[in-house]
Each structure stands twice: as structure tokens, then as C-alpha cells.
């Protein structure tokens, strides 16, 4: 079983050289794969691109249609970042495209990312399929992924501050750089947007010719008691509430429904309501609000505890999950919580410390460059949570929560960083 690829050694940095220029002269040299993938829909955003990436992928499945997706990071296997036809790359196949990578890019330099890249580029021009699904790493203008030079479709979904460092201060440069995804003449659907973010993607879309599928504007997407409805200019379609946890997926579940529309309307797909509605009722996106069923650490805890497992990581996905756990788990939670180096602990936090009757601290171990939990414990003190600081995930739920129940706390979420989504997949399976 293959965790990381053998080759090349993760940096544990980004690159300072950001540029296609590199890539591009990789994927010449293999051939311009690229170049020879089913349709591509190109998936940019801050947050939300794997979760809309998912929901489309189980609607047109549901239709009957093949489809390669390409997502990042991975939980435990790297070969979830490769789906070909609705399977993780196999292993062997994996190794030998990373050996053709390896030879043929002989000793010239090339990040961990752009090699994922090109071998999923190589590995989708080699499968037959219907359509190919790409989320973007980082950013978008400057992310390897876009080399895709005639994508049928792009989308993006919400923007919010992340990755300042790379993409920008201000919201609006961000969207600048997400919006670097869009093509002439090729259709983009944009998520609900604050007004200035809006403006500036129109901007970049007149520029580019791209025309614009706009939620809140074209088309609009709600949760009305316990149903789901979309709307458009030509229709009104009442759905059923999702797999997906959290009143935020609707927002992503409109993406996906925009992109179907897009799709059927004017590349001739086949995609019924039925269809959509299974792709809502049936897909799955890990670590995104997911409700732990099963595993090592679940057998620990009580029958009537619940264990959540949450990716977010900047303060929009804290603002989201704090509405969730508000909505859903008034009484209070456990917080299991590890974070990259260099995030704002205290902006996060803020948003869940009403809800927060203890933290427990740990290290990322999954992230070379994470947070060391005296520094998470003395931020969450300093805002006023009580928290302490753990050796690892099962150490919290073993020797923290369960020897010092709070009377009525009966969930624990896991968040900070989807490495640490990571850790708690290989600490729950490896030790079942």
C-alpha cells in the first residue's frame, strides 16, 4: 500500500518560483496529456472545491456517465487523489507513472504537488471517461492544475482569506487569483459571493469572455424546512436535504446543480432530476462534517457519544462549523483541535469558543511545519477555553475527556487541518 509516493521527497515548503513554465515543459516532454483527457470541469474556491467536486461526481454518475477526478490532499492512501473511472489509481499503475515521471524529468526539480499533477494528467489520458473533474491545489492563476488550457466548465465556489502568504492580503486579490482559472468563451459557475468579490470576478470574466452562472443572480440554492429548493431564470426544483452535513453544503450542492444544468443544456448530457437527486442523497466527501461510525477510537466511547470529523481550517470554515455545532449541539462539545504553523489560533477559535467546554491540544503529526500544543493551549487560555494539551488523538479521548466528563457533553469534534483528519483515519484504522 502506497501512503506517499516514493518519489520525489515532499520539501516541506512551497516553492518560491510559482510558475506553469516548469510544468508545462514536463508535460511536453510526457507526451502534453493534457492535451488528450476526457472534458475537464476546472474547480477553484477557497472553500467548498471538494465537496461541489463530489457532488457533481456522484450526479453524473448516477446518470450513468465515467468520471476522473483529481483532488488534494489525501487522508491515508495517496492514490485517493487519482480516481480513474470511480477507483483509486491502482498501485502498480501508480509506481510505473511515477517511473516514467522519474526518467523522463530525470534530476530537474519538481515539487510534490506538480508531480501529482502531471501523473494524474497521464494516468486520465490513458482511461477512457466522460468527463474529468480537477480541483485546484492553491490559488488558481499560478496552481499547476492550470496548464487546462479548454476546459468545458470552471467553477468557483467561496472565497475567503487563506494562504495570504502566496495569494494576497485582501479578499479581492484572492478572488483575482481563483479567478485566473476562467477561458475564453467557456462558462463558469460562481458561487454566492460578497458583493466586492463578485465584482471582481465579473471584472476578470468580461476580460476573458468567460460568461457567468452566478448564485444569487442566475441561479439560487436554499435549505426551506426539510427540503432543498434550487431556482433558475427557467425553473423551480424542490430536492431532498443532503448527505452532507451543514447548512453550508447547499450552497456547494447548488454549484453542483449549476454545473449539471450547464452540462445538459449545452453539451447535450443526460442528467435527469433523479439523478441529481441521487448524486445529494449519495456522495461522499470524508472529513467534511462526517459522523464517525466505526474504528478503534469509536469502540472507546459510550454508545449514546457522538464523534465528528471536520476538515476546516481557516476562520471561514471555523465560522461554518461554529453555525453547525450551534444549530445542532447546543449543550456544548469536545474539541480535539491541531493546526498548520503560522494560522491564526485565536481568530479560529474565537467562533467556537461559546461551544467549546474543553480543547484538547495536539500536534499534527502528519504536518512537518504544525503548531505546537503549548502554543494552541496558551491561545485557547488566553481567549478564555479551557483547554489542555494531548500526545495524541487517542490520548485526548482516553486520558482527558472520558477521565473528566462535563454532565450533558456528549460530542467530540475533531478540526484544525485535514492533516489532522489524516492522523485520526490512520490512529482509528491501524489500531482497530
Not at 9 to 24: A, T
Not at 161 to 185: F, P, W
Request: net charge neutral.
Amino acid at each position: 500500500m502506497i501512503y506517499m509516493p516514493h518519489w520525489p521527497k515532499p520539501l516541506g515548503r512551497k516553492p518560491k518560483d510559482f510558475s506553469l513554465e516548469r510544468i508545462k515543459s514536463f508535460l511536453n516532454i510526457l507526451g502534453n496529456p493534457e492535451r488528450k483527457m476526457p472534458p475537464a470541469i476546472h474547480i477553484a474556491g477557497t472553500n467548498g472545491k471538494g465537496s461541489t467536486l463530489s457532488f457533481i461526481r456522484y450526479m453524473l454518475q448516477a446518470a450513468g456517465y465515467k468520471v476522473h477526478t483529481y483532488t488534494s490532499p489525501h487522508l491515508v492512501k495517496f492514490n485517493e487523489r487519482i480516481v480513474i473511472a470511480g477507483d483509486y489509481i491502482d498501485d502498480n499503475e501508480l509506481y510505473n507513472l511515477l517511473e516514467e515521471c522519474r526518467t523522463a524529468i530525470a534530476d530537474q526539480p519538481i515539487t510534490l504537488f506538480e508531480t501529482a499533477t502531471v501523473v494524474a494528467f497521464l494516468a486520465f489520458a490513458r482511461h477512457k471517461a466522460d468527463v474529468t473533474l480537477i480541483e485546484v491545489g492553491m490559488g488558481g492563476r499560478l496552481d499547476a492544475t492550470n496548464v487546462i488550457d479548454n476546459p468545458i466548465l470552471t467553477i468557483i465556489t467561496s472565497i475567503a482569506l487563506d494562504h495570504t502568504e502566496y495569494l494576497g492580503s485582501t479578499v479581492e486579490t484572492i478572488a483575482g487569483e481563483k479567478a485566473g482559472i476562467m477561458k475564453h468563451n467557456v462558462p463558469c459557475v460562481v458561487a454566492p459571493q460578497e458583493k466586492s468579490i463578485m465584482n471582481t470576478l465579473e471584472h476578470y470574466a468580461i476580460n476573458k469572455k468567460s460568461p457567468l452562472y452566478r448564485g444569487g443572480l442566475e441561479w439560487n440554492c436554499k435549505k426551506q424546512n426539510s427540503k432543498m429548493i434550487f431556482q433558475s431564470a427557467i425553473q423551480s426544483i424542490e430536492f431532498p436535504l443532503l448527505s452532507l452535513k451543514g447548512d453550508h453544503q447547499i450552497i456547494n450542492a447548488g454549484n453542483a446543480i449549476a454545473a449539471c444544468s450547464i452540462l445538459s443544456g449545452k453539451y447535450g448530457f443526460d442528467i435527469g432530476e433523479e439523478d441529481i437527486t441521487s448524486g445529494l442523497q449519495h456522495t461522499y466527501w470524508p472529513a467534511r462534517l462526517e459522523l464517525i461510525k466505526g474504528g478503534h477510537l469509536i469502540s472507546l466511547l459510550p454508545k449514546d457519544w457522538q464523534l465528528f470529523l471536520d476538515g476546516a481550517h481557516n476562520n471561514d470554515g471555523a465560522r461554518v462549523l461554529a453555525a453547525w455545532v450551534k444549530n445542532n449541539f447546543a449543550e456544548g462539545i469536545y474539541m480535539i483541535f491541531g493546526v498548520t504553523r503560522n494560522r491564526n489560533v485565536e481568530e479560529f477559535l474565537e467562533h467556537l469558543k461559546p461551544y467549546t467546554k474543553l480543547l484538547c491540544a495536539v500536534c499534527v503529526k502528519s504536518e512537518p511545519k504544525a503548531t505546537n500544543t503549548d502554543l494552541i493551549r496558551e491561545r485557547a487560555n488566553n481567549i478564555g477555553i479551557n483547554a489542555t494539551e494531548c500526545e495524541s488523538i487517542g490520548d485526548a479521548i482516553l486520558n482527558h475527556i472520558l477521565k473528566a466528563p462535563i454532565q450533558n457533553v456528549k460530542t467530540i469534534l475533531i478540526c484544525g487541518s485535514l492533516f489532522l483528519a489524516r492522523d485520526f483515519a490512520i490512529e482509528n484504522r491501524l489500531l482497530a
